[in-house]
């Protein structure tokens, strides 16, 4: 299958991609504890910022007046916001994320009011006030906010609902999706460009009509979104269903993906970026990630790293690895200090951007295979 | 008074300080929300870190089997440590830091077990294990951390108790000191040098004693250490009262003061260098120091600064000021994101070494006045 992977270069007003590239979370216009100069330093091609948090603070009108998240936090490089749906209905269904990773809960919770094919209303998580996000809100939002890449709104169905639901979801998706595309269009200056989103869960058949409908429409970039089943062996089975029948004129996301294997899984099938909160989330935890471990990563805080006095990796050349033992490493954490923090996220930002770009090596000279095996000698 | 003031050059294995300056607090051997590398980018001489916590976490002999504090923490410039003895009486007695800055407390918590001629008895406040600090132990325990500068033990007298306890606690520290001294000379070589400390309290004998102790004693500089009063006219006094008649040969560093009206008194009376926890830890609570203000800061929570889209300083040259507006670092703190306490933090680092630049730029020019008009236009 590797004949669908691909390289290429996704070019935008703020720069070009080279793809395959991971698309790295800067949630409420900033990646928490480091800067963008950091993150640029680490080898970052793309941030993306989630519409749901900075809808409700600082306000899409607030970065509007400040000149535009770019200028706002400090980024100038290629930038991707999401539609506001995912976190809407991830905090309404309880916890979609922990779903699409495969772990099944159930429940509404309460900041998510009501779906009507209006749109969604829901509660803001900081003070209660009520929000309706429309397709066309979500897209007069992104527009204010002003990144490159857009996404429409679609509803992000949960993963423990029956076909019939997933189905229905899918459909109202899909006209919420021609009004996204409208109102994007309506408000079109050149500076930005819309991704469709694919939806139809774990179901073959939804998911080819989800297929056809996105190459239907004058989308300029797919994102494969929705429920990818409850493992890794049926995310990848979606994933096979889907992305060889996208239009390969376009360029085809991953939403919400990022785990090492789960990456050579999708270059495979030729998708073109990533995005995942876990790399620099995890770090955050104590967790760094390293080649060829079991879980792709090591938990600084396990007293093994006590009076270790290598660097996290020996072969990394990320500015922790150049300055700093785990030895130093776990002291910070078990010490509770801010700074271990910054530094494990700095190491997991030039992981991922060094695996991505050994993975375009790999592909400019036909050793995907080496690649990957040098990565994750530990893959089940 | 401002012919006291002085210019200076200090020393160190890890190069020359120039002096007045200001030394910042890495307390556990990391500067909580920054790097080393910021931390030299922004402008800093030299920093400390405290015997006290490090004792704890990760012990001094792992520090030692790691090469030492400056490369298990990655800086490479001048070092100072303390004898670990602020922190056991600080928390022993309730809050000497509190009182050192004129809160007058009472109490004493349960970490401090016993004070006795050996030495300090207490518990840690990890794991509740029992220590005993003695002045010997202090050395040895600082010559494994390997810092350029360091202090002698002394009982940290609280501000609430009584001349007669103020005298015999004096008097205890100046025995300690002794001991202090013969076992940092016993494993001297040559790479460190012993700070004394002048103890006394708010008693104007008792300080002329203890400045008459440390004079007579071979000690690399001093140290003004000890209850200070009850506010900033009483500190000025015990200053005016100690610093002055201290041996000008050497240099004086003045413990755990930096407001920058305190740091012009004691420029006035002679003191070469100032270290204070409150630039960087005001810095974490979105306190930003600013010239001319009324509190020498500005709290960038406050709602005034929403829609500002000017730096915290329009005239400051730091990384944060050079990139982000107010409204951004506002919305930091809104969100409690990490990064606005990196941000802060790295803009009140600069801020106090450009202040100590500007203040040796008066002093060479003979224009201090003026510097302090500019940077205290609000003083009181």
Redesign the interface.
């Known amino acids: 299958m590797a004949h669908r992977a691909r390289l290429g270069s996704l070019k935008t007003p703020h720069g070009a991609i080279q793809t395959p590239a991971f698309i790295f979370c800067a949630t ?10 950091q993150v640029k330093d680490a080898g970052t091609q793309i941030i993306l910022s989630n519409t749901y ?1 900075l809808m409700i ?2 306000t899409a009108d ?1 970065v509007e ?3 535009g998240l770019h200028k ?3 980024w100038d490089g290629p930038m991707l916001t999401d539609s506001g749906g995912f976190q809407i209905f991830s905090l309404g269904h309880g916890s979609v994320a922990e779903e699409i990773k495969g772990k099944r809960q159930g429940g509404r919770a309460n900041s998510l009011l009501k779906i009507t094919e209006e749109g969604a209303k829901f509660r803001s998580y900081t003070d209660g006030s009520y929000h309706l996000l429309t397709p066309e809100k979500s897209m007069q939002i992104q527009k204010k906010l002003g990144p490159d890449l857009v996404v429409v709104l679609d509803e992000c169905t949960p993963f423990h609902v029956d076909k019939k639901y997933t189905q229905k979801s899918m459909q109202m998706s899909h006209r919420w999706a021609l009004r996204s595309l409208a109102e994007f269009d309506r408000g079109n200056d050149g500076k930005q460009a819309l991704y469709g989103i694919i939806q139809g869960g774990v179901y073959p058949d939804l998911r080819q009509e989800s297929v056809d409908f996105v190459n239907s429409q004058d989308f300029f970039g797919h994102a494969i979104g929705g429920s990818l089943g409850a493992d890794k062996d049926q995310m990848a089975e979606v994933i096979s269903l889907t992305a060889p029948r996208l239009d390969r004129a376009r360029p085809i996301h991953l939403l919400g993906i990022g785990g090492i294997s789960d990456i050579f899984m999708g270059v495979r099938q030729g998708i073109d970026t990533f995005d995942c909160v876990h790399p620099t989330r995890m770090a ?1 935890h104590g967790g760094a990630l390293v080649k060829g471990a079991p879980k792709e990563s090591l938990q600084i805080r396990n007293a093994q790293y ?2 270790d ?1 290598t660097p996290l990796e020996a072969d990394c050349g990320c ?1 922790t690895c150049q ?3 785990k ?2 490493l ?3 954490f ?2 509770k ?7 494990i996220t700095l190491h997991n930002i030039y992981f991922m951007n060094q695996l991505m770009t050994e993975i375009r090596e790999g592909l400019r000279t036909n050793t995907l295979d080496v690649v990957e095996t040098k990565w994750q000698s530990c893959k089940r």
């Open positions: 409420k216009g900033a990646m928490k504890a480091v800067n963008m100069d948090h603070q600082p607030l007046k400040m000149g706002f936090c400090g955050r006590r009076e006095p500015f300055r700093y033992s030895a130093y776990h002291h910070l078990k010490a200090e801010l700074l271990g923090m910054q530094l």
